[in-house]
């Protein structure tokens, strides 16, 4: 028998298995996924009991439209073959595909969930967009049917806007950088608004919509951005991530810009209402200014002179009538006085000689010459009356009986 070097037994199985497999589709589970810095995903195909290396080089990777995620379960389209320094064989892939799910429908829930995450949807930081925009940039194909729609809409609503056209792909590999590329240098340039536009299409025209690096300019982007792409029931990424998603393009020139004729209304309608309000208020102040005048009559200085004439006259005519009236009963007063005065004064003369009688038999009574009790005197001292009691020793006092009057001095003194 032929003895064969491991290298040739390599070459050889190589030969066999590429020679036979040249072209398979393979269902199973993705595991052990590895982006390498070159661009090549590595990683391993397995169902319930076996697994397979399979590697996808750079060129077809970057023709994914979905993200290689564990535990997908995916359809490889490749060759089966050969690492001769190892003897292990792997897959090429040529292309993969979700199983039982179109690779761009999970390429766009992905993408949705991942920046859905990141904040790019938060209605927080959506830009609100001027009333009365001045200048807009048109992010669109200059030969579309969409361009023509929005310019016909904004000649016949707002005839004073200024409009830029951004001619840009909006289909094909190459349409995401080239919106990018317009929306960023439309992002300098100071319009009030930007709308990026498309007509409809399938999900593959309308893909660059889809792009992550159209996602994060808009993100980016400091003006207000309208996103009218397709027919409304079309929903892109980019619808999600602008300030206002239009489901058309000439619906994004409606809702972005004022309508003339309707200005011109409200225009008339604000002029006669303020006609109005003006006449009302000239009306309010006509009426006030009357009533500003009537209290100045009211309270003018002639008008209170007058007041404080009259309150005079009144005055002078109640103090006439006041003394009128006292001069009467003073009258009355003095003939009653008259009539009752002598027999007043009689009896109050009467009395005051009573009273009189009555202090001079009190006076009697209490004189020293009127008292006649024997072995009692009056004791006094400068012609005053005093108690014994307030005598000191070798004072002079005087003693009167009712018919004697000595003086004598104090010996002694002591209680008894």
Known sequence: MYTLSVSSLNEQIKSLLESTFERVLVEGELSRITFHNSGHIYFTLKDENSTLKAVIFKANAAKLKFQLQEGLKVVLDGAVTLYKPRGEYQINCFSISPSGHGALALAYEQLKNRLASKGYFDSSRKKPLPKFPKRIALITSATGAALQDMLRVANSR???????????????????????????????????????????GSVEDLWAFNEEIVADAIFSARTPIISAVGHEIDWVISDFVADLRA?????????????ERELYQHID????????IILQKLNNAKQELEHINRLYQEHSIEKKISYKLEEITQLKLSFTNSIYFKMQSFSKEVES?????PSAMQSRINIAQNQVLTLQKMLESNHPRLKT???????????????????????????????????????NKKYI
Do not use: C, W
């Not at 995401?176 to 536009?197: E, H, M, Q, W």
């Not at 309608?269 to 109005?276: D, I, K, P, T, V």
């Not at 006085?337 to 005065?341: A, C, E, L």
């Not at 014994?388 to 070798?394: N, P």
């Open 337 to 341: 006085v008259k009539i009752r005065f």
């Open 269 to 276: 309608s604000l002029a006669q209402r303020y006609e109005q």
């Open 158 to 200: 707002y005839r004073v806007l200024e409009i830029d056209i951004y001619d840009v792909l909006v289909q094909g590999d190459n349409a995401a950088p080239s919106i990018v590329r317009a929306l960023k240098v439309a992002d300098t340039k100071g319009y009030d608004i930007v709308i990026l536009g498309r007509g409809g």
């Open 247 to 259: 489901p058309t393009p000439s619906a994004a020139m409606q809702m972005s810009l004022p309508d």
């Open 373 to 411: 009790k024997r072995g009692f005197a009056q004791i006094s001292k400068d012609s005053k009356v005093i108690d014994i009691e307030s005598l000191m020793v070798d004072e002079v006092f005087d003693l009167m009986s009712d018919r004697v009057a000595i003086s004598a001095k104090v010996i």
